[in-house]
């Protein structure tokens, strides 16, 4: 079984910074792409930012330039470091991971039990 915890959330005032951090932990073989997803009240979950395991990273337009993210594939983790915070950043932000075990033939994903952040003066 493979289980994500995330931390890092939190409230902050506009123009703000949070750093949030994601592990994963269990028996696998392998850590494909990561990635962060947010989900605000009355919208669909959408993909914030991507990584792949070589460290080639994606991001939604709203987010360029002011969220970072990263992966330690030694440890098993990714963070997101989100600076200049805006109150429209505001949601619940959910890892995921794509990994394969040792017994199977190709990567499943798995989400993290997500984390609030909040931005507001």
């Known amino acids: 079984q493979v289980q994500l915890v995330e931390s890092g959330g939190g409230l902050v005032q506009p123009g703000g910074s949070l750093r949030l951090s994601c592990a994963a932990s269990?028996?696998?073989?392998?850590?494909?792409?990561m990635g962060w997803y947010r989900q605000a009240p009355g919208k669909q979950r959408e993909l914030v930012a991507g990584?792949?395991?070589?460290?080639?990273?994606n991001y939604v337009d709203a987010v360029k330039g002011r969220f970072t993210i990263s992966r330690d594939n030694a440890k098993n983790t990714v963070d997101l470091q989100m600076n200049s915070l805006k109150p429209e950043d505001t949601a619940v932000y959910y890892c995921?991971?794509?990994?394969?075990?040792?017994?199977?033939?190709?990567?499943?994903?798995?989400w993290g039990q997500g984390t609030q952040v909040t931005v507001s003066s």
């Open positions: 995921k991971a794509s990994v394969t075990m040792y017994w199977a033939a190709g990567p499943n994903d798995y």
């Open positions: 269990g028996n696998f073989f392998h850590i494909g792409a």
């Open positions: 990584i792949s395991s070589d460290g080639s990273t």
